[in-house]
T-cell receptor, first 116, second 110 residues
Framework: GAVVSQHPSWVICKSGTSVKIECRSLDFQATTMFWYRQFPKQSLMLMATSNEGSKATYEQGVEKDKFLINHASLTLSTLTVTSAHPEDSSFYIC????????????FGPGTRLTVL | DAKTTQPNSMESNEEEPVHLPCNHSTISGTDYIHWYRQLPSQGPEYVIHGLTSNVNNRMASLAIAEDRKSSTLILHRATLRDAAVYYCILRVGWDYKLSFGAGTTVTVRA
């Protein structure tokens, strides 16, 4: 089956620093990738849709200048949390759609971000 | 977005079937019914999806009511590895975005 990886799996950073999270589709080309955020005991919240070669589309209430998304190739999307603060601590999960077969989203294992 | 309603939790015994209900009374003709599950501290995993007809795959079966206002995910023989949060999601046919609700937390007793 299609595999999506994320790196790092967890990260701890100081308040005010920026953190980059990578999402890769390992064995398929993904024209579209999604970024989600999940707080403890809550469900996933879609943050943005990322299409290769174009600007990401952010969901209402998500600050695009704070959460920078780059989808430079068909196998890689990155999420950069800029000037992170403790309230940004969360579980960040990406997913990818197989080009030409959009019925299924393949999810990465998630990245646990803790901002001190 | 069309909404789904699921029970908060369900318990099952190992090797017994599990029937997870989902109500979606405002479903439209172009909405697909998707099921994903999320094991603790992991990303979600695709389970099954359908539009009008019942569907079977190696993981589960999806039974869709004739009026499409409800559906049931069936795990035929629950194992401890099936303990997870199960999400029933309506996906508009032309849009690949998924909107996750609270889901049903399934507990499997040995």
């Amino acid at each position: 089956g299609a595999v999506v990886s994320q790196h790092p799996s967890w990260v701890i950073c100081k308040s005010g620093t920026s953190v980059k999270i990578e999402c890769r589709s390992l064995d398929f080309q993904a024209t579209t990738m999604f970024w989600y955020r999940q707080f403890p005991k809550q469900s996933l919240m879609l943050m943005a849709t990322s299409n290769e070669g174009s600007k990401a589309t952010y969901e209402q209430g998500v600050e695009k200048d704070k959460f920078l998304i780059n989808h430079a190739s068909l196998t890689l999307s990155t999420l950069t949390v800029t000037s992170a603060h403790p309230e940004d601590s969360s579980f960040y999960i990406c997913s990818a759609i197989l080009a030409g077969a959009g019925d299924t989203q393949y999810f990465g294992p998630g990245t646990r971000l803790t901002v001190l | 977005d069309a909404k789904t309603t699921q029970p908060n939790s369900m318990e099952s015994n190992e090797e017994e079937p599990v029937h997870l209900p989902c109500n979606h009374s405002t479903i439209s003709g172009t909405d697909y019914i998707h099921w994903y599950r999320q094991l603790p501290s992991q990303g979600p995993e695709y389970v099954i999806h359908g539009l009008t007809s019942n569907v079977n795959n190696r993981m589960a079966s999806l039974a869709i009511a004739e009026d499409r206002k409800s559906s049931t995910l069936i795990l035929h023989r629950a194992t401890l590895r099936d303990a997870a949060v199960y999400y029933c999601i309506l996906r508009v046919g032309w849009d690949y975005k998924l909107s996750f609700g609270a889901g049903t937390t399934v507990t499997v007793r040995a």
